[in-house]
């Protein structure tokens, strides 16, 4: 039997290739996924339960290097240490002056936090990462109960099906496609928080709830709150501003489009534009035009056609021969054309599933993103439902609007805060 021997370095994979040259203070690029316990976090039995992950992991114990014409991963003997919280949400990680790891661990409470740089791994890989942390951590809080039971994470995927650059992986020579240019959307504006504070607005709903009233429109728990949402912008827009569409950016995991079990990125986005005509733009309306769109856009040969373009220009002899120094501003210029194609963005990881028999140590889980704009982060765990909002604006009138409405049907909501003065 072959056994998997760790790679020195790494490239990075085609998502990834764009992040290092676009993260910095106030842009991070990092994402947080927290689980929240029963009880109080014990911080040297975490620290054993992350070493022992790291070993599920590989690819974690990586740094950033700048090569001559890409940015790459290098294996590092770095150990990753645990920290009591002590920074606002999704800090930066990733400073190119810094040897650093592109993830850390941090506690507070009852809280176990992962933060990840999305050079690393999305959403989706970073969850199993925390998933298998937790599980770590509560066999040995609970060795007495749990020791004997040979609990493991729903995770079928071994090391080298792991570490699998999808995009490479999956893509084929193939005609590709790149996505039709959408023009500008619309941009909020308004008095930003000082410095690089990520302002988090938390809440917790019924999943059944949600779900009851998504079905009353005929349609998933997904569309109704993307309409929702589109429906909170558009309260506040002034009638001139919907002149430009509201343009919602959803990543899309493409693993189950490609039977893949890659930890690292792989997903791809959909660009979701609604333009606020001379119609009531009446919840329904909004719901029905968000069907279509989906019905037609989320096809495995749509993404297919987006990875071969995506790998092909990457591959391109021209692409490959420019050095990275010359490589940066046009990075840098991509990344700015398209955030001026997006108004906000919204994802969703879907269900939280751990073993049974840790359910009962566990509160839920939480998801959040650093933006520059406003983002949307879903998950769930259990008849809990996590809707987390970011934010760097002072105004939190769209966030008012979304939960008031989510009220206003019927669904309790329970929210909490990082705001000091709110």
Not at 106 to 116: A, D, G
Not at 247 to 267: E, G, H, I, K, M
Not at 308 to 336: F, G, M, S
Request: hydrophobic share 40%.
């Amino acid at each position: 039997m072959s056994r998997y021997k760790e790679p020195a370095w790494r490239q990075l994979d085609n998502a990834a290739k764009i992040f290092p040259t676009n993260s910095n203070k106030y842009d991070t690029k990092v994402f947080r996924f927290s689980c929240r316990l029963k009880e109080m976090v014990q911080p040297r039995v975490l620290q054993k339960a992350l070493d022992k992950t790291m070993h599920a992991f590989p690819l974690y114990a990586s740094i950033i290097r700048k090569g001559l014409f890409w940015y790459y991963f290098e294996s590092s003997d770095i150990k990753p240490i645990i920290k009591q919280e002590n920074h606002s949400p999704c800090g930066q990680i990733y400073d190119e002056n810094i040897k650093g790891l592109l993830f850390e661990v941090t506690y507070y409470k009852k809280r176990i936090n992962l933060e990840v740089h999305h050079a690393l791994t999305d959403g989706v890989g970073a969850l199993q990462f925390l998933k298998t942390l937790v599980l770590n951590y509560l066999v040995m809080v609970h060795a007495d109960v749990l020791q004997e039971k040979n609990l493991s994470i729903d995770y079928d995927a071994s090391l080298a099906e792991r570490e699998v650059d999808g995009f490479s992986k999956y893509s084929s020579k193939a005609k590709g496609s790149k996505k039709a240019s959408i023009g500008k959307a619309y941009k909020f504006k308004g008095e930003r928080i000082d410095e690089d504070f990520l302002q988090v607005i938390n809440g917790q709903v019924s999943v059944k709830q949600v779900l009851g009233k998504a079905h009353e429109y005929k349609t998933t728990i997904t569309i109704y709150l993307i309409a929702l949402l589109i429906q909170a912008i558009g309260e506040q827009m002034s009638e001139r501003e919907k002149k430009r569409p509201v343009v919602v950016s959803v990543p899309v995991n493409l693993r189950p489009y490609f039977q893949s079990a890659s930890a690292r990125n792989f997903f791809s986005v959909v660009l979701v534009p609604y333009r606020f005509g001379k119609s009531k733009n009446q919840l329904e309306d909004i719901i029905d035009y968000l069907k279509v769109f989906f019905d037609k856009e989320l096809k495995t040969e749509k993404f297919q056609a987006r990875i071969n373009h995506l790998v092909a220009l990457e591959k391109n002899y021209v692409t490959r021969a420019v050095p990275l120094i010359l490589k940066r501003p046009t990075l840098k210029l991509a990344h700015y054309f398209n955030n001026e194609e997006v108004t906000t963005s919204f994802s969703n990881t879907g269900k939280v599933i751990m073993p049974d028999e840790v359910v009962t140590y566990i509160d839920g889980f939480d998801f959040c993103v650093s933006t520059r704009k406003i983002q949307v982060c879903l998950c769930s765990f259990g008849d809990q439902l996590s809707i987390s909002f970011t934010s760097p604006f002072v105004n939190t009138e769209v966030q008012k609007y979304f939960f008031r409405a989510l009220t206003k049907q019927g669904i309790r909501v329970v929210l909490s805060t990082n705001l000091v003065e709110e």
